[in-house]
Structure formats: structure tokens, C-alpha cells
């Protein structure tokens, strides 16, 4: 017994891991479980290249992509501490180009057919994606495009954020602030609010006061010359099987467009910091990165209910029954309803590269997951990896 698991059943997980890569779904993963304290499981298949061969190892490289929005979050709550801002406060307080926003009619409509937005976007809006600040998708309605073809997947629109945050403003949004929850660019647009708020970059911001702090020394937006050899390659998932994708350098140093929605890279040792801090409510060794009032804000519900009933997007990285969202997280509330197992009270987020983790303080517990598979609904990777996590725990020590 480790930890409350069963060494047998926890084994199921790395002949899971083996499978996916004997089979050709993945070149390689890495997959850490940690409770109370202790790792209870760690294990790295298959490769971080599949055409060199060089394998997955612990402190191998990955873009974590949508993972950062719980970071950037973060960062923006450790300023609502200082008293930087208030939630409910107007975006526009801080960024003008917001002030004059409309919202688009919708289906059918021109994008120049708008209305009034009835009240501000708030600050609250962006840590909840409730904002009307949509992804582009080239095969979404007319504003998804309309975004996707000016390039405002903050990747390569622009020179830095400040100038993509001031495009994107100039758009209609896609719903009226608050009235639903719909997965976009919001945590960007957070990203540049903390920037203007600190007076820093929002690298730097984030270096000082989390990366530092919890000793998260390989995560950043750009990945030094020093240290790419250890960056994995990206995968697309096609119908034979995965391909090298196109998108690989972007991450690479020099990065002036620092995405507080998707641009982080990071290693298995660096993120397990993270997580642990986010299971120990925001304390560290060291001391606190949140105050536990703060902390508990920001992992409870703040839909009303699951989001479900809050209207959903195409895409997210998180099912919809049952599952509720917090301050840039979403929130277990009813394992039966979302139909896996689990525990009320979780919290979780992913990437598009397939990544994911989750922190159930109940079973005092987190999961990390890590590969490079676009896009991330390719395989049911992250359920499937839930059930046999708590397949595993039988007992408590």
C-alpha cells in the first residue's frame, strides 16, 4: 500500500501509458499522482521526439498551453490582495479600449450589427469567462472566423500582448457581459490587466512572485537555447495516427507575446510545485502565495450551477454536467451528474496539447498528466486516466 493505493492497481496506469504509445496514439507521456505529502506515482513512456527517439524524462519540457490560465489567475488574485482591484470593478477601469464595447446580434447578423452592452465587462468576467470574449475558429460563426482570420490566437497576431488585447478590443463581443459562460480569450485579456496594474511584463510579474517563490525553474514563455533540446516536439492527431506539427519554435526564446491563456512551457517537477500549493491552499514552504479566504474563493463555484446551465462553447477542457467553474478553474460538483468518478470540490483545468491536472482536497491528492497531442479532445486521455487514478485508491493510511 502507498499512500492509500494498491501497488497493483496503480500498475494498470503505466500499462495504459505503454499501450497508448505502442499503439500509436501518443510518442510519449508522463504521469505523476501525488497524496498527502508523497508521490505515489511517477512514471515516463515512450518519447519526447518519436523520430530521434530520445526519451520522455522528468524534467522534460512541455507547453502547457490552457494550464496557464490557473497560473495567470493566480497572479491576478495576488493583486486583488494587495488591493490593486476589485472584482466587480470594470475592466475599462484599467483598460480604456474596453469602454466603448458592443455586442454582436449574433447568427445571421453582419458584425456590424451590434447593441449596447448592458452593463461593463467586469474583472470577474475575465477570471470567469463570462465576458463575451470568445476563441476565432475557422469554422465557427461569422465573429469565431472574423477573429481566427486576423490571427488573435495571441500566437503570432502580434508583437506582444498590449497590441493584441488593443486588436481584439476592437471587435463586438460575442454575448452580453455575464449572462454566460463561454470558453475564450478572457484570461489573455487578464494577462494584460496585470501587466498594467504591476507595471511589469507579465513574464516577470510571473517570475517573481510564483515561479521563483515555489522554485518552478524550467517554466516561462520562452524556452532558453540552452534548454530546448529538452522541449517535446508537438503532435497533430490525424486519422493514421500523429504527425510533427507545423507550430514548434513559437515557445522558443526570443518571446515577446507573452499569453496568459496558453503560453507557459513547463516540466512535471515545476507544475507538481504549482499543484501542491494549490492543494495546500495556497501555502508553500516558504509561505503563502494566497490567503486561504482568497484561496477559497477561487476554487468555489461561481456559475449557480454546473455549466450546463450556464450555456457552453464548442470547445472547452472540461465536460459540462456536473462540473461548475471558479476564478479561472473549474469545479467538481457532482461526480454522478458528470457521469466520472471523483470528488465534490475538485479542481482541474487542461491544455491543448492534451495536458491536464486536478487537486481533490478531499483525498488530499492531485494527478498530473502531460503529453503532446493537438487537439485535446483526440482521445478521452484525461477520463480515462481518472478512472484508473481513483481505481487505485483503496484505502487511507
Not at 452580453?176 to 510579474?205: A, C, H, K, M, N
Not at 468555489?300 to 462553447?313: I, P, T, W, Y
Not at 476564478?327 to 460538483?333: A, D, E, P, Q, T
Request: glycine share 12%; net charge negative; hydrophobic share 40%.
Amino acid at each position: 500500500m502507498n499512500s492509500g493505493f494498491d501497488p497493483a492497481r496503480l500498475a494498470r496506469i503505466k500499462g495504459w501509458m505503454d499501450q497508448h504509445v505502442s499503439e500509436g496514439r501518443l510518442a510519449g507521456l508522463s504521469v505523476q499522482i501525488l497524496r498527502r505529502g508523497e508521490i505515489a506515482f511517477s512514471e515516463q513512456v515512450g518519447y519526447r521526439d518519436a523520430e530521434t527517439r530520445i526519451p520522455v524524462t522528468p524534467d522534460t519540457i512541455w507547453r502547457i498551453y490552457s494550464m496557464t490560465k490557473p497560473v495567470t489567475s493566480l497572479a491576478a488574485l495576488m493583486l486583488y490582495e494587495e488591493g490593486a482591484f476589485q472584482l466587480d470593478q470594470p475592466l475599462a477601469d484599467f483598460l480604456p479600449e474596453f469602454a466603448k464595447a458592443t455586442v454582436w446580434k449574433g447568427v445571421g447578423h453582419p458584425l456590424s450589427a451590434t447593441e449596447p452592452t448592458h452593463r461593463a465587462i467586469t474583472i470577474h468576467d475575465l477570471l470567469t469567462h463570462q465576458a463575451g470574449i470568445v476563441y476565432g475558429d475557422p469554422d465557427g460563426n461569422e465573429l469565431e472566423r472574423a477573429l481566427s482570420s486576423s490571427g488573435l490566437d495571441l500566437n503570432r497576431c502580434c508583437a506582444t500582448v498590449a497590441d493584441a488585447v488593443d486588436g481584439l478590443a476592437r471587435f463586438p463581443l460575442a454575448f452580453q457581459p455575464g449572462s454566460r459562460w463561454f470558453y475564450g480569450l478572457s484570461t489573455d485579456v487578464l494577462g494584460r490587466l496585470i501587466e498594467v496594474v504591476s507595471g511589469r511584463s507579465l513574464g516577470d510579474f510571473l517570475q517573481e512572485h510564483v515561479f521563483a517563490p515555489l522554485g518552478m525553474v524550467d517554466t516561462g514563455f520562452a524556452v532558453p537555447e540552452g534548454k530546448a533540446g529538452r522541449l517535446a516536439t508537438l503532435y497533430d492527431c490525424t486519422p493514421t495516427g500523429f504527425v510533427r506539427s507545423a507550430i514548434q519554435d513559437s515557445c522558443i526564446a526570443p518571446v515577446t507575446l507573452e499569453s496568459g491563456g496558453g503560453g507557459l512551457v513547463s516540466t512535471m517537477v515545476d507544475y507538481q510545485q504549482f499543484a501542491t500549493m494549490l492543494l495546500q491552499r495556497g501555502a508553500f514552504d516558504g509561505g503563502y502565495l494566497l490567503g486561504r479566504k482568497t484561496f477559497d474563493l477561487m476554487v468555489s463555484n461561481h456559475m449557480g450551477g454546473d455549466l450546463a446551465s450556464r450555456g457552453q462553447s464548442h470547445f472547452s477542457e472540461t465536460t459540462f454536467e456536473g462540473i461548475g467553474f471558479g476564478l479561472g478553474i473549474s469545479v467538481m460538483l457532482d461526480p454522478a451528474r458528470a457521469k466520472i468518478v471523483g470528488s465534490p470540490g475538485e479542481f482541474a483545468w487542461g491544455g491543448m496539447a492534451s495536458t491536464a491536472f486536478w487537486v481533490d482536497p478531499v483525498e488530499e491528492m492531485t494527478v498530473i498528466l502531460m503529453t503532446q497531442l493537438v487537439p485535446s479532445s483526440a482521445y478521452t486521455l484525461r477520463r480515462q486516466l481518472r478512472v484508473l487514478s481513483y481505481a487505485a485508491l483503496i484505502g487511507d493510511l
